[in-house]
């Protein structure tokens, strides 16, 4: 497939690169004052995100959920499984997160938000691939605050990225961005293919989709997540992911709450001792096994 061919301040492609910089760049004053004034906190949502080509190589080779390969993200609060390990993805899946942890994007990302100085974590800590199937969900939270193995990086931006082709909105998994006292949702937004969310990372920054997916067996709802930091003088605040009760949710508020402090417990574990991911799937899913429904 040839490509119109532009070349940056490196001597590569930039139509080349996954990431469509010259569209978006010549947008960046109006996306700007988007960005800054949309509620509940800042964020913004952008169609065609991705290079058509990278979009649809990237799905092709996201792994099927039947891989043995994914860590377990099954508890109460959540019901998805994901994949950090960089080496294990596919060529064009490899080069799009590639390209959104480098130098270029992260520049971009900057002129966005207005957070000088943000970092890539190639290491995809909580990140990566996530795939979640007919009944996942993932309670509404504010995220945790600090990378798990740099504690003065301070966690400030997320990028979603969806690559569900078709998805209706009867099959549910909206992403719901709810307001800072966690009274109401504000804003919901359905997971389509090519469809990116950036919003800021704060200790009030509740969203999720916390409702079981419907959709048909065999439909599943796949997306990227890149988090972005800032190098800070000293330890910022130092919070796991803050999982929360919508209004109404009566005793399994209850369930969040526990399976919550299990988390923060071994998030204090991780940071201490290292331990991974899959370890602190198996112990969650024991918790699981009692929750209410």
Not at 26 to 48: G, K, M, S, T
Not at 216 to 226: E, H, I, M
Not at 228 to 250: N, W
């Amino acid at each position: 497939m040839s490509r119109i061919v532009e070349t940056g301040r490196d001597g590569h492609d930039l139509q080349e690169r996954s990431f469509p910089y010259t569209q978006r760049c010549a947008d960046l004053p109006a996306l700007r004052v988007q960005y800054a004034q949309a509620e509940p906190f800042p964020n913004i949502v952008l169609d065609q995100f991705l290079q058509p080509w990278a979009a649809e190589g990237a799905l092709a080779e996201f792994p099927s959920i039947d891989s043995p390969d994914w860590t377990q993200y099954k508890h109460v609060n959540e019901n998805k499984v994901g994949k950090a390990d960089r080496s294990s993805f596919g060529p064009t899946l490899g080069a799009v997160i590639d390209e959104l942890n480098s130098w270029r994007f992260l520049r971009f990302l900057s002129d966005l938000t207005g957070i000088e100085s943000l970092l890539a974590d190639p290491s995809l800590q909580g990140g990566g691939l996530h795939l979640s199937a007919r009944g996942g969900f993932l309670t509404v939270h504010a995220d945790f605050t600090v990378h798990p193995y740099h504690r003065t990086w301070r966690r400030r931006i997320n990028l979603l990225v969806y690559l569900n082709k078709q998805w209706e909105d009867s099959y549910g998994g909206h992403l719901e961005l709810w307001d800072r006292q966690m009274r109401r949702c504000v804003r919901r937004i359905a997971p389509h293919f090519n469809r990116a969310v950036i919003f800021n990372t704060e200790p009030d920054s509740f969203h999720g989709h916390p409702d079981p997916l419907t959709c048909p067996p065999g439909v599943t709802r796949k997306s990227l997540a890149l988090y972005y930091f800032t190098q800070e003088p000293k330890p910022s605040l130092v919070r796991s992911t803050e999982y929360r009760a919508r209004p109404g949710e009566g005793m399994r508020s209850l369930w969040i709450y526990l399976d919550k402090m299990v988390l923060r417990l071994y998030t204090h574990l991780k940071w201490r001792f290292g331990f991974s991911d899959r370890f602190a799937s198996r112990v969650l899913r024991i918790l699981s096994r009692f929750k209410l429904k």
